[in-house]
């Protein structure tokens, strides 16, 4: 009889622990996600990604303090405004959409800093190549729009290294320095939408 009581009060506690969790999703919308890398050293280029979607988890729906993130884009969506461009980057110089159509982050670990500002640890996936990234985060707040729907929103930054995840196309200039940089800066605005 004591087992059985137990066994509901777990059943409880587990419910009660699932029901505490919100889920939300990228309003693709009214998020964006831009790069921008040094283009023959004396300028930079910026592109984004047109097709990409992404969730969050959280118990803590007052800080986000334990959100757990998942992230896709398609490789293929890239877009800096210029088609031949666009389609060397989606060669196998670059990102090879054809062979790896996607790249992904899943979080690790989302922690305040201070106030709204957090810093976020997630493995990054380009070309089956796995890196861990550190992201900074900006938290905005969070509001009930006209139609009754809760959203979020968050500004991430950040840089990685494009050569450690298989991105390795350049070429020497004359002067000195490359075609392209190797550091590629992230800025990411999102908006997220509660799920009822």
């Known amino acids: ?112 800093v201070k106030g709204n500002k957090y810093k976020l640890v997630g493995d990054l996936t380009i070309r089956d190549i796995t890196k861990e990234v550190k992201l900074d985060v900006v938290y905005s707040g969070t509001v009930k729009d006209p139609w009754g729907n809760t959203k979020s929103g968050f500004k991430l930054s950040g840089s990685i290294n494009r050569i450690d995840f298989g991105l390795k196309w350049n070429a020497l200039m004359e002067a000195g320095g490359t075609v392209v940089g190797k550091d590629v800066k992230i800025t990411c605005n999102l908006e997220l939408g509660k799920q009822k």
Do not use: C
């Open 1 to 112: 009889m004591k087992s059985v009581r137990m066994f509901f009060v777990l059943l409880a506690l587990v419910s009660g622990f699932s029901l505490a969790q919100s889920n939300w999703k990228i309003d693709a919308s009214h998020s964006n996600i831009i790069f921008t890398v040094q283009h023959l050293v004396i300028s930079e280029v910026s592109g984004y990604f047109k097709e990409f979607e992404g969730t969050v988890t959280s118990k803590k729906d007052d800080d986000f303090s334990d959100a757990v993130i998942n992230f896709t884009a398609k490789t293929k969506s890239i877009n800096t405004d210029n088609d031949k461009r666009d389609e060397h980057l989606r060669s196998d110089d670059f990102f090879n959409t054809e062979k790896f159509p996607a790249m992904t982050f899943v979080s690790k670990s989302f922690k305040k």
